[in-house]
Nanobody
Framework: QVQLVESGGGLVQAGDSLRLSCAVS????????VGWFRQPPGKQREFVAS???????NYVDSVMGRFTISRDSAKNTVYLQMNSLNPEDTAVYLC????????????WGQGTQVTVSS
């Protein structure tokens, strides 16, 4: 079993930055792909970014150049650095983990709220 706990959300103004953390425990951290997703109010959950076991990253177009995903194996933590935030980034942000060979994410955190005011 894998447990994921997000932190770092909050209320910020447009143009500000936030760093979200996803602490992963329970199994070998290095064997899991970790992704960040978000669910804006009244909308479906959407992919934001992911990082593989080898450190390769992938981003949705809307955050490219503003968000950076990284992983710290010593701390079993994945970060999402979010810069130049705008109100459209307002959402509950969730992290998730999957084995490299699986297509779907198996484990999910509870989420952290990010609210960006204009």
């Amino acid at each position: 079993q894998v447990q994921l706990v997000e932190s770092g959300g909050g209320l910020v103004q447009a143009g500000d930055s936030l760093r979200l953390s996803c602490a992963v425990s329970g199994r070998t951290f290095s064997s899991y792909v970790v992704g960040w997703f978000r669910q804006p109010p009244g909308k479906q959950r959407e992919f934001v970014a992911s990082i593989t076991t080898g450190g390769s990253t992938n981003y949705v177009d809307s955050v490219m150049g503003r968000f950076t995903i990284s992983r710290d194996s010593a701390k079993n933590t994945v970060y999402l650095q979010m810069n130049s935030l705008n109100p459209e980034d307002t959402a509950v942000y969730l992290c998730a983990a999957r084995k490299e060979f699986r297509a779907t994410y198996e484990y999910w955190g509870q989420g952290t709220q990010v609210t960006v005011s204009s």
